[in-house]
């Protein structure tokens, strides 16, 4: 990544005066940044959430807190495994979710599913119950096999962003990495952003008047700032297994294939990949993940659309109900005169 | 009505977030219709010579629109920031659209109404009142042409979003809209305006509201899994009440709306009310509907598992 810092009036250009990002076609998968008038701009970056090698530690979620100095949701035991937090919200932008599954016995999730690059340091207790996971002896005689399932979600920085297409004010934009973010100054607070994307990411920010942008759209802005001075997200610089990576989309979506085989190869048969196919409803998105299970399972839709791919024929309806209704005024006038 | 299916969520938690807007969205979406149709009836009224029912368009129009701007504007995150809204137009987002179809629609149905409370006025205005005679006609006539667009694009507003049952309706909800302010203003054309010149809102009312029971009929089979959301909690109550509203106000608005002025007030209330029904029904329709993982993931994994089966089936259900 180049250390070149990004000028501000960029973000002027990157609106034209229409503040059309996409129009209603897809953008091109590879490019939506040069779609949304940027020139020159660098290469897509992404994340690939590689779930498989979550340790449920949550330092991705801390450091984005800090990094960005989000205020907390509140401090809740929710009774569902170690996750506290509940879902992605205004002010939370990355949030582990944690699954205690108990399949039969000798199914492929027993096999050890090793680190990329296993570290040469000894393991440091982290709080949990135990420092081998539940199940992960591999002694599958007489008993259930029980698996943790942990993943760390974020903002997907769709191909295809809804939030983006309905934002009515243009505070959401494509920046010139691809990526998708909110401008604080310029959002008002609509929140049409919020039912619009289909992952259920954006929220409005909720808080006690005062709080630091309470009432606007908030998510993850995949760390612009750090961007632009050639730094990595602070929560990807912050994952202790490399769960989550960084990097340029290409070589994100090589490195993804690659582990997917190798879990494959091991094995692992139910490691699939989940958000990158540019066929998919959303145009594959600037962040993918490697799960272990039907996404439902991590709380994320399986199949989850843009819905502004149906608006040109929305619009036709409306235009047929608007003159439906005009005809019908005219027709209750023209009948008798009384 | 489709069959219960069993599926997968993350401690049921909701998978799309509900929308952040409280009742005043729902309550904009009713007050704009009426608003649409009170002009529709209130440049209809001025070109037949039907001075008192001229005069409750204009005036109600006026009312209603500046009520749904209110509530627009309150359900801001940041109100004192509404006027980003006009920073830019994107056909891509309904309510930047919408938010240009208002600002069309405002200034001439704000001069008609204008002109109309002058007249009220124990007081003459003098020039001020010459020329809002004068820019009456043609301002109330500019507000009509617009109107039937403010009625209709709030279905689409509503329809762009990964809200299930929103979505799902996508096809038939700014029908249902246009029917529904075609009711409400009929309806209040009837409780405003005596038997003689009531005649045109009588159509209005009784048309519209027979068109949105049957097109709320319709939207309910082509909806899927979500339209279970339209009979269950306070969206089904609300929807049987527009239901048994709107039909009891159109039978009366159709059989003794024409003879008897008490008959025509009772039956044109009934209208609105139906009508104000409809909206926060399907409203609440949609936010349960997000909130509950089901009916995200149920569809979306039958869809997956169709595609996987072989068809090619569109993933933007464009064959529809
Ligand atoms: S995941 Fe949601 S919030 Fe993020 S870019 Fe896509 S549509 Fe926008
Ligand atoms: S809440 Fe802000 S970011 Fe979201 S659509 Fe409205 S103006 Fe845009
Ligand atoms: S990229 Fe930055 S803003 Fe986004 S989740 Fe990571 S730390 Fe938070």
Redesign the interface.
């Known amino acids: 990544m180049s250390t070149q810092a990004f000028g501000s009036s960029g973000i002027d250009q990157a609106?034209g005066?229409?503040?059309?990002?996409?129009?209603?076609g897809s953008s091109d998968p590879n490019g939506p940044a040069r779609d949304a008038g940027w020139e020159d701009s660098p290469p897509r970056v992404g994340f690939f959430t590689d779930t498989s090698i979550c340790i449920g530690c949550k330092a991705c979620e801390v450091a984005c807190k800090e990094w960005n100095g989000n205020p907390d949701d509140g401090f809740d035991l929710?009774g569902?495994s170690f996750?506290n937090t509940?879902?992605l919200s205004g002010s939370t932008w990355r949030h582990v979710?944690f699954?205690e599954q108990r399949r039969p016995a000798g199914t492929a999730a027993g096999v050890f599913l090793g680190m990329p690059e296993s570290p040469a340091r000894p393991p440091v207790e982290l709080g949990m119950p135990s420092l081998s996971r539940p199940g992960d002896s591999g002694d599958t005689d007489g008993r259930t096999e029980f698996r943790w399932l942990m993943s760390s979600d974020v903002c997907k920085h769709c191909t295809n962003a809804?939030c983006l297409?309905?934002?009515?004010?243009?505070?959401l934009f494509r920046t010139e990495f691809g990526t998708v973010v909110v401008q604080d100054d310029?959002?008002?607070?609509?929140?049409?952003c919020?039912?619009?994307?289909?992952?259920?990411?954006?929220?409005?920010?909720i808080g006690e008047q005062g709080t630091k942008n309470?009432?606007?759209?908030q998510k993850c802005t995949l760390c612009y700032d750090r961007l632009k001075v050639g730094q990595t997200p602070a929560c990807a610089q912050a994952c202790p297994t490399q769960s989550i990576q960084f990097g340029t989309l290409d070589e994100l979506r090589e490195r993804a294939v690659d582990r997917v085989q190798t879990l494959h190869d091991a094995g692992v048969s139910e490691a699939r990949l989940y958000g990158e196919d540019p066929?998919?409803?959303t145009g594959g998105s600037g962040a993918f993940f490697l799960l272990l299970d039907?996404p439902?399972?991590?709380?994320?839709?399986?199949?989850?659309?843009a819905?502004?791919?149906?608006?040109p024929?929305?619009?036709k309806?409306?235009?047929?109900?608007?003159?439906?209704?005009?005809a019908?005024?005219?027709?209750?006038?023209a009948?008798?005169?009384? | 009505m489709v069959p219960d299916a069993t599926?997968?969520?993350?401690?049921g938690?909701?998978?799309?977030?509900?929308?952040?807007?409280e009742l005043d969205i729902p309550a904009y979406l009713f007050l704009g219709g009426l608003a649409?149709?009170s002009s529709?009836?209130g440049a209809?009224a001025d070109?037949?010579d039907r001075p008192v029912l001229r005069r409750a368009g204009r005036l109600g129009a006026l009312a209603a629109i500046s009520l749904s701007l209110v509530a627009l504007v309150r359900?801001?995150?940041?109100?004192s920031?509404?006027l980003?809204?006009m920073?830019?137009?994107?056909?891509?987002?309904?309510?930047?659209v919408g938010?240009w179809i208002l600002t069309a629609y405002g200034p001439g149905a704000a001069v008609a109404g204008a002109a109309e409370a002058a007249r009220l006025l124990p007081i003459n205005l003098g020039l001020i009142g010459r020329l809002l005679d004068v820019a009456a006609r043609p301002a109330g006539l500019a507000a009509?042409g617009v109107?039937?667009?403010v009625?209709?694009?709030t279905?689409?507003l509503l329809?762009?979003?990964?809200?299930p049952a929103?979505?799902d309706a996508?096809?038939e909800?700014?029908?249902l809209?246009?029917s529904s302010?075609?009711a409400a203003s009929?309806g209040f054309g009837m409780l405003t305006a005596p038997l003689?010149e009531a005649?045109?809102?009588r159509?209005?009312a009784v048309?519209?509201a027979l068109a949105e029971l049957a097109i709320e009929q319709r939207m309910e089979h082509s909806m899927g899994l979500s339209a279970e959301t339209l009979h269950t909690g306070t969206a089904g109550t609300l929807m049987k009440a527009s239901k048994a509203l709107t039909l009891g106000g159109a039978l009366g608005a159709a059989f003794l709306g024409?003879r008897s002025r008490t008959a025509a007030a009772i039956s044109g209330a009934a209208l609105m009310a139906g009508s104000a029904c409809t909206r926060f029904g399907v409203f609440e329709a949609?936010q349960h509907s997000?909130k509950d993982?089901k009916y995200?993931?149920v569809p979306?994994?039958e869809?997956?598992n169709r595609?996987r089966a072989g068809g090619n089936q569109p993933?933007?259900?464009?064959a529809r």
């Open positions: 609106f005066s229409s503040g059309l990002d996409q129009a209603f929710l569902s996750d509940g879902q979710a699954i809804a297409d309905v934002c009515p004010t243009g505070a310029i959002c008002n607070g609509c929140g049409y919020v039912p619009a994307c289909p992952y259920g990411v954006i929220d409005r920010r309470v009432g606007l759209a066929a998919g409803g039907e439902e399972v991590y709380g994320l839709p399986p199949d989850p659309v819905t502004t791919a149906d608006l024929r929305m619009w309806h409306a235009g047929l109900a608007a003159a439906g209704f005009l019908a005024a005219v027709t209750a006038f009948g008798r005169r009384r | 599926f997968t969520s993350y401690y938690r909701p998978v799309v977030k509900p929308s952040p807007w649409a149709g529709l009836l209809g070109l037949s359900d801001l995150g940041r109100p920031r509404f980003n809204m920073r830019v137009l994107k056909p891509t987002s309904p309510m930047s938010t009509a109107a039937p667009a009625a209709s694009y279905g689409v329809s762009d979003t990964a809200t929103w979505h996508h096809r909800l700014p029908f809209f246009v302010a075609a009929g003689d005649g045109p809102a159509r209005m048309g519209g024409g949609g997000a993982p995200t993931v979306q994994r869809r997956l595609r993933t933007t259900e464009e």
